[in-house]
């Protein structure tokens, strides 16, 4: 959205943020942060995740190398019942890792016991953990309602 007023177009993309960062700061200081909308992102804007539940990977910092994929499968077992909650799956040999990478995990493709919708359909959430500079990270994922079976999950990253 565009208008000829760049205070409109500002407040069009932009969020209120409540935050606590500084020792005895007043809890819910407000600050408002844009939303990266167009490529490149702007230092200090939020990037969001589009309709597909992905980040356009012009609006992730450049590394000089541009975004890193990898893909895995995530096995949420628990032959006794009830189904796990959570799961977890080691990516390694991954050299383009350092302590400032910044790294997202997500849900997709198909596998023997779960379509690319499944996860959506389950509520899974997934996360990054565990980073190894140079070596990799683990991928934990959550199932609030408890699941069973393997999962494509992905990773999506630059350092």
């Known amino acids: 959205m565009s208008t000829e007023n760049p205070i409109l177009d500002a407040l069009a993309v932009s ?7 500084v020792l005895n700061q007043q ?3 407000e600050w408002r942060a844009g939303i990266a909308v ?26 000089g190398t541009g975004a890193e994929k990898v893909t895995a499968i995530i096995d949420f077992v628990n ?3 009830p189904e796990d909650t959570t799961a977890s799956v080691t990516v390694t040999g991954q050299a383009w890792v350092t302590d400032a990478s910044v790294i997202i995990a997500g849900f997709g493709g198909v596998t023997a016991d779960h379509g690319p919708d499944d996860a959506m359909a ?18 934990t994922a959550h199932a609030p309602m ?14």
């Not at 804007?45 to 992730?60: F, R």
């Open 15 to 21: 969020v209120i943020i409540n935050r606590k960062d």
């Open 27 to 29: 809890f819910w200081t």
């Open 38 to 63: 167009n490529c490149p992102a702007h230092p200090g804007d939020l990037v969001m995740l589009g309709p597909l539940g992905t980040i356009d990977p012009c609006l992730l910092p450049s590394s």
């Open 79 to 81: 032959a006794d019942a």
């Open 122 to 139: 389950e509520d899974l959430s997934a996360y990054v953990e565990n980073i190894v500079p140079g070596v990799g990270f683990d991928i």
């Open 146 to 159: 408890g699941t069973w079976g393997q999962y494509e999950v992905w990773a999506l990253g630059v350092a």
